[in-house]
């Protein structure tokens, strides 16, 4: 149609009196608060998933630490196979950029900033910089919007606090909590003090006072004089923050640490006296990355962590006290490397020892080349409905609602230095290895039940504080974004609570994404099994010590070689065998750093012995396969059983259970919605909605799934026909289908599309037999069912989009534009011009009118209109949340004439 060109302001038309423009208002679909790696992570997922995403982020970089120095990935001790989704793509990525064909876990800091960048602009995200959040406005228990410095505004029907801090979160007055729990509040061993603290500890005898041995001269700096409690209760303090600095030992791309501003040789007494104890080396790391750089990280009772007592400080601070404690914390490091490398006090042995480090000149430009992002090791945590803890880690409590693993070490550095037995002591470290990768629960990532309705925190998250030390990793912050995003889209398309969103559609679209939830197979109890304690089917030679010390194991026990008679034991498990026929093998154990990497197991079938190796270092608590084979019916060590050995071992040697899986499984067949809710094409446009279809079992041939259509959307009018079946093709899991809807200048209102999986031999229908989309009117004729009778609606003459049926001048499309009622006569102004502190045209529109083109047009004689080329409008708040403010700045007021009207239209103008 054509454009309506009614609305219009002329210089006649003047305004004193305007709305506030401090900032401009930015709506999207999902808004993600904090530029750090999962907060790009989520974004990504965001706009994947067909949602509009803003990225917020509070400095002038996104990537947060992963971009900041820490380039020596945190993994953990049991491999990095639990390392999937966005996460292994960022590092499959950082592989890329060093020529390798997979996954690069070490890298330059520079290097992963281009990866971050890359894959945002690859996923087309908006990223606004320099903001953090000044107020929220909370409506019903949700998150209308929030403000930012500046004045700027963020609309969004679900938000996503991806900051380090969980700022967004504390204003959304959802519970949480910080510093230590006591050990009995969730049955835990390693929560709260620790003054047994042996890992980066100092050195035997430091006298704790500024003369030492004169209690009268008082204590050194940052040393409590006592810890607030026993062992095992709970304090304040959370883990003590520093920087990972990029250093070489290249000349020519190195910068020299000089002496800081307002350094104090004070604050470096217990170095010295450490030293003078004894200490020459680890003053901080030297993890190599690639080019000749490291990532330097704390690495000693004195090193990089600023063990000051206040860190906790941080978590409340304002943004501008936050900037004053990161130059301490600055301050704190470059000093401590200044004076390792310079100071009279330091030996000249170990001063020339430290003294090659520097700087990476070609790192951090803008930030004199020191990092950007301190380490925040931990800071608000919020308080679910689930809590992860210890028992988590340890595998002893599984989470049956998983949307991602951890797997590193319960890593806590110091919190305190306190006097003990007179001497300085480090407190709060711990380093405790897990057992294996673990699930982390959907609901420890939103707020309580009740609790605000439209938040995700997926870093900030419910755990307790030793819990947490193993799940805030980068690797496992990256895994958590791109599920809460997941979760976030389908809290919108299913238009619930992020606490109700359905976990198996979330479980169906994070697996399709490459996302490993669980421990494979760790749970599946079908087909025969044998455990080691069964009185029958098992024979053991040599000793075997039954345990349970380490989570994973299947039954009530496991059994271990101790380690010892390398060659003497075994353990021989002998199904008794329904039929002959081929039958896959699976082996389980509990890992641990201890076992045996080369642990041997043989497979006795009909075709003769066939020799496995394991290692049980990894993939605890799984059932690892270890092929097909065919075996004899009944009973039968020669052609039916499986042996493990301890030959030649380097390690314990683990026997738990073995399982027999008869033939290929069935595959379970499941379908689910992805952007479940489209509105018909607007202005040629058209947003699709994405079907999918997943299998599990082997994935060696196609699969053809039928389907069944309907619904009360029309095919072939409302959308184009669906195929009668969808095939999974060989080698895949998952197969798509897009529904584009067909354009029509009807008034339907809301139609469905329902797709469910039809019963078929070849498969079993999962828990998500069917899929219904929504096919929605665009907002103009949404706009026309709530103002129009059925009969209006069929009289152009009342309700086109022309038409003008209260006679106000308006038509119905600068009504609906504009937020008014077509059929009430309203003389009021629908635009301003203004001449301060610019010329601008300024006009009101309606929130739901955002698919409609606008442009500003002048004029000298009210007959000939030409587009101001350079005008694009700034948006902010309207009188109310339902309308938005245009400005259109005019660069001249001669550039296109003396009249001036902003045109409207359903259609793309003409160039």
């Given at each position: 149609?054509?454009?309506?060109?009614?609305?219009?302001?002329?210089?006649?038309?003047?305004?004193?009196?305007?709305?506030?423009?401090?900032?401009?208002?930015?709506?999207?679909?999902?808004?993600?608060?904090?530029?750090?790696?999962?907060?790009?992570?989520?974004?990504?997922?965001?706009?994947?998933?067909?949602?509009?995403?803003?990225?917020?982020?509070?400095?002038?970089?996104?990537?947060?630490?992963?971009?900041?120095?820490?380039?020596?990935?945190?993994?953990?001790?049991?491999?990095?196979?639990?390392?999937?989704?966005?996460?292994?793509?960022?590092?499959?990525?950082?592989?890329?950029?060093?020529?390798?064909?997979?996954?690069?876990?070490?890298?330059?800091?520079?290097?992963?900033?281009?990866?971050?960048?890359?894959?945002?602009?690859?996923?087309?995200?908006?990223?606004?910089?320099?903001?953090?959040?000044?107020?929220?406005?909370?409506?019903?228990?949700?998150?209308?919007?929030?403000?930012?410095?500046?004045?700027?505004?963020?609309?969004?029907?679900?938000?996503?606090?991806?900051?380090?801090?969980?700022?967004?979160?504390?204003?959304?007055?959802?519970?949480?909590?910080?510093?230590?729990?006591?050990?009995?509040?969730?049955?835990?061993?390693?929560?709260?003090?620790?003054?047994?603290?042996?890992?980066?500890?100092?050195?035997?005898?430091?006298?704790?006072?500024?003369?030492?041995?004169?209690?009268?001269?008082?204590?050194?700096?940052?040393?409590?004089?006592?810890?607030?409690?026993?062992?095992?209760?709970?304090?304040?303090?959370?883990?003590?923050?520093?920087?990972?600095?990029?250093?070489?030992?290249?000349?020519?791309?190195?910068?020299?640490?000089?002496?800081?501003?307002?350094?104090?040789?004070?604050?470096?007494?217990?170095?010295?006296?450490?030293?003078?104890?004894?200490?020459?080396?680890?003053?901080?790391?030297?993890?190599?990355?690639?080019?000749?750089?490291?990532?330097?990280?704390?690495?000693?009772?004195?090193?990089?962590?600023?063990?000051?007592?206040?860190?906790?400080?941080?978590?409340?601070?304002?943004?501008?006290?936050?900037?004053?404690?990161?130059?301490?914390?600055?301050?704190?490091?470059?000093?401590?490397?200044?004076?390792?490398?310079?100071?009279?006090?330091?030996?000249?042995?170990?001063?020339?020892?430290?003294?090659?480090?520097?700087?990476?000149?070609?790192?951090?430009?803008?930030?004199?080349?020191?990092?950007?992002?301190?380490?925040?090791?931990?800071?608000?945590?919020?308080?679910?409905?689930?809590?992860?803890?210890?028992?988590?880690?340890?595998?002893?409590?599984?989470?049956?609602?998983?949307?991602?693993?951890?797997?590193?070490?319960?890593?806590?550095?110091?919190?305190?230095?306190?006097?003990?037995?007179g001497m300085v002591k480090n407190e709060g470290d711990i380093q405790r290895a897990v057992p294996g990768p673990y699930p982390i629960s959907y609901r420890s990532i939103v707020p309580k039940t009740g609790e605000c309705t439209n938040l995700l925190v997926p870093w900030s998250l419910s755990a307790t504080h030793i819990a947490f030390g193993s799940i805030r990793m980068e690797p496992v912050f990256m895994i958590l974004g791109q599920s809460a995003a997941t979760a976030a889209a389908f809290a919108i398309d299913d238009k619930v609570a992020v606490q109700a969103v359905p976990y198996a559609k979330l479980k169906a679209q994070l697996l399709a994404d490459g996302q490993r939830l669980t421990n494979n197979h760790s749970t599946e109890t079908s087909g025969i099994i044998l455990d080691n304690s069964d009185a029958t089917g098992v024979?053991?030679?040599?000793?075997?010590?039954?345990?349970?010390?380490?989570?994973?194991?299947?039954?009530?026990?496991?059994?271990?070689?101790?380690?010892?008679?390398?060659?003497?034991?075994?353990?021989?498990?002998?199904?008794?065998?329904?039929?002959?026929?081929?039958?896959?093998?699976?082996?389980?154990?509990?890992?641990?750093?201890?076992?045996?990497?080369?642990?041997?197991?043989?497979?006795?079938?009909?075709?003769?012995?066939?020799?496995?190796?394991?290692?049980?270092?990894?993939?605890?608590?799984?059932?690892?396969?270890?092929?097909?084979?065919?075996?004899?019916?009944?009973?039968?060590?020669?052609?039916?059983?499986?042996?493990?050995?301890?030959?030649?071992?380097?390690?314990?040697?683990?026997?738990?259970?073995?399982?027999?899986?008869?033939?290929?499984?069935?595959?379970?067949?499941?379908?689910?919605?992805?952007?479940?809710?489209?509105?018909?094409?607007?202005?040629?446009?058209?947003?699709?909605?994405?079907?999918?279809?997943?299998?599990?079992?082997?994935?060696?041939?196609?699969?053809?799934?039928?389907?069944?259509?309907?619904?009360?959307?029309?095919?072939?009018?409302?959308?184009?026909?669906?195929?009668?079946?969808?095939?999974?093709?060989?080698?895949?899991?998952?197969?798509?289908?897009?529904?584009?809807?067909?354009?029509?200048?009807?008034?339907?209102?809301?139609?469905?599309?329902?797709?469910?999986?039809?019963?078929?031999?070849?498969?079993?229908?999962?828990?998500?037999?069917?899929?219904?989309?929504?096919?929605?009117?665009?907002?103009?004729?949404?706009?026309?069912?709530?103002?129009?009778?059925?009969?209006?609606?069929?009289?152009?003459?009342?309700?086109?989009?022309?038409?003008?049926?209260?006679?106000?001048?308006?038509?119905?499309?600068?009504?609906?534009?504009?937020?008014?009622?077509?059929?009430?006569?309203?003389?009021?102004?629908?635009?301003?011009?203004?001449?301060?502190?610019?010329?601008?045209?300024?006009?009101?529109?309606?929130?739901?009118?955002?698919?409609?083109?606008?442009?500003?047009?002048?004029?000298?004689?009210?007959?000939?209109?030409?587009?101001?080329?350079?005008?694009?409008?700034?948006?902010?708040?309207?009188?109310?949340?339902?309308?938005?403010?245009?400005?259109?700045?005019?660069?001249?007021?001669?550039?296109?004439?003396?009249?001036?009207?902003?045109?409207?239209?359903?259609?793309?103008?003409?160039?």
């Amino acid at each position: 149609m054509k454009p309506d060109k009614r609305l219009f302001s002329t210089l006649l038309l003047l305004a004193t009196a305007t709305l506030s423009h401090a900032g401009k208002i930015i709506e999207t679909d999902i808004c993600v608060y904090g530029g750090a790696a999962g907060g790009v992570t989520a974004a990504v997922q965001v706009a994947r998933m067909g949602k509009s995403v803003a990225l917020v982020t509070v400095n002038n970089h996104i990537g947060g630490l992963s971009s900041g120095g820490l380039g020596d990935t945190d993994i953990g001790n049991n491999g990095d196979a639990y390392i999937q989704g966005m996460s292994r793509e960022f590092y499959t990525r950082i592989g890329t950029k060093y020529g390798l064909g997979g996954a690069k876990f070490t890298f330059e800091p520079k290097v992963a900033e281009a990866v971050f960048n890359e894959m945002i602009a690859d996923a087309k995200v908006p990223v606004y910089k320099d903001r953090h959040v000044i107020s929220t406005t909370m409506e019903n228990g949700r998150i209308t919007r929030i403000t930012t410095n500046g004045g700027d505004v963020f609309r969004a029907k679900v938000f996503i606090d991806a900051s380090y801090e969980g700022d967004l979160m504390k204003q959304a007055n959802v519970t949480y909590t910080s510093g230590r729990e006591a050990n009995a509040q969730y049955g835990e061993t390693i929560d709260g003090i620790q003054t047994q603290t042996s890992g980066n500890q100092l050195p035997y005898g430091i006298d704790p006072f500024v003369v030492a041995g004169n209690p009268a001269s008082g204590l050194l700096p940052g040393v409590n004089a006592a810890p607030a409690g026993a062992n095992g209760s709970a304090d304040s303090l959370i883990q003590a923050y520093c920087y990972r600095m990029c250093l070489t030992n290249v000349a020519a791309n190195r910068v020299m640490i000089e002496q800081p501003e307002g350094y104090n040789e004070a604050d470096y007494e217990i170095l010295f006296r450490s030293i003078a104890a004894g200490q020459t080396d680890r003053f901080w790391k030297l993890r190599p990355v690639p080019n000749s750089k490291t990532d330097s990280n704390n690495d000693s009772g004195i090193s990089c962590d600023f063990i000051s007592g206040t860190t906790a400080d941080w978590i409340e601070a304002s943004y501008e006290t936050r900037e004053q404690l990161a130059k301490q914390h600055e301050k704190w490091q470059r000093g401590l490397v200044w004076t390792v490398q310079n100071h009279p006090r330091v030996p000249a042995a170990i001063r020339s020892n430290w003294s090659q480090w520097g700087l990476a000149k070609d790192e951090f430009p803008d930030t004199d080349h020191w990092p950007h992002q301190l380490y925040i090791r931990e800071a608000r945590r919020m308080v679910s409905d689930y809590v992860m803890t210890e028992k988590n880690c340890m595998g002893t409590e599984v989470a049956p609602d998983s949307i991602g693993m951890g797997a590193y070490t319960m890593d806590s550095h110091n919190c305190q230095r306190i006097v003990l037995n007179g001497m300085v002591k480090n407190e709060g470290d711990i380093q405790r290895a897990v057992p294996g990768p673990y699930p982390i629960s959907y609901r420890s990532i939103v707020p309580k039940t009740g609790e605000c309705t439209n938040l995700l925190v997926p870093w900030s998250l419910s755990a307790t504080h030793i819990a947490f030390g193993s799940i805030r990793m980068e690797p496992v912050f990256m895994i958590l974004g791109q599920s809460a995003a997941t979760a976030a889209a389908f809290a919108i398309d299913d238009k619930v609570a992020v606490q109700a969103v359905p976990y198996a559609k979330l479980k169906a679209q994070l697996l399709a994404d490459g996302q490993r939830l669980t421990n494979n197979h760790s749970t599946e109890t079908s087909g025969i099994i044998l455990d080691n304690s069964d009185a029958t089917g098992v024979a053991l030679t040599g000793t075997w010590t039954q345990t349970t010390s380490t989570a994973g194991y299947y039954g009530g026990n496991y059994i271990h070689d101790g380690n010892t008679q390398n060659g003497s034991c075994s353990a021989r498990f002998t199904p008794t065998l329904p039929n002959a026929g081929t039958y896959e093998v699976f082996v389980r154990w509990p890992a641990y750093t201890n076992r045996a990497t080369n642990v041997p197991v043989d497979i006795r079938h009909s075709g003769g012995l066939t020799t496995a190796t394991v290692n049980q270092q990894t993939r605890g608590g799984e059932w690892v396969s270890v092929g097909s084979f065919s075996f004899a019916a009944g009973n039968s060590t020669q052609n039916g059983s499986v042996t493990i050995r301890n030959t030649a071992t380097n390690g314990y040697v683990i026997a738990d259970a073995v399982r027999f899986m008869a033939g290929p499984e069935q595959p379970v067949v499941n379908v689910w919605a992805t952007n479940g809710t489209v509105l018909e094409p607007q202005s040629g446009l058209a947003a699709s909605a994405k079907l999918s279809f997943n299998r599990t079992g082997a994935r060696t041939a196609p699969l053809v799934i039928k389907l069944a259509v309907g619904g009360a959307a029309t095919a072939g009018s409302d959308y184009p026909a669906l195929p009668a079946t969808v095939t999974i093709p060989a080698g895949a899991g998952t197969a798509t289908l897009t529904v584009t809807p067909a354009a029509d200048s009807l008034a339907e209102g809301s139609e469905s599309v329902v797709v469910s999986i039809g019963a078929d031999a070849a498969y079993v229908i999962g828990e998500l037999p069917s899929a219904e989309l929504r096919i929605l009117d665009g907002p103009f004729d949404f706009w026309k069912t709530s103002h129009f009778r059925t009969q209006q609606l069929a009289d152009p003459l009342i309700s086109g989009a022309d038409a003008d049926p209260d006679q106000d001048g308006s038509s119905n499309l600068v009504e609906f534009f504009a937020g008014r009622d077509p059929l009430v006569v309203d003389g009021a102004a629908i635009t301003r011009f203004l001449l301060d502190p610019a010329p601008a045209v300024e006009v009101e529109r309606n929130r739901e009118a955002r698919e409609l083109f606008m442009r500003l047009e002048g004029s000298r004689d009210l007959a000939s209109w030409q587009p101001e080329a350079s005008a694009e409008p700034d948006v902010a708040l309207g009188a109310d949340d339902a309308h938005q403010v245009l400005r259109f700045p005019i660069g001249s007021i001669l550039s296109g004439g003396n009249f001036f009207r902003v045109s409207i239209s359903r259609t793309p103008f003409a160039p």
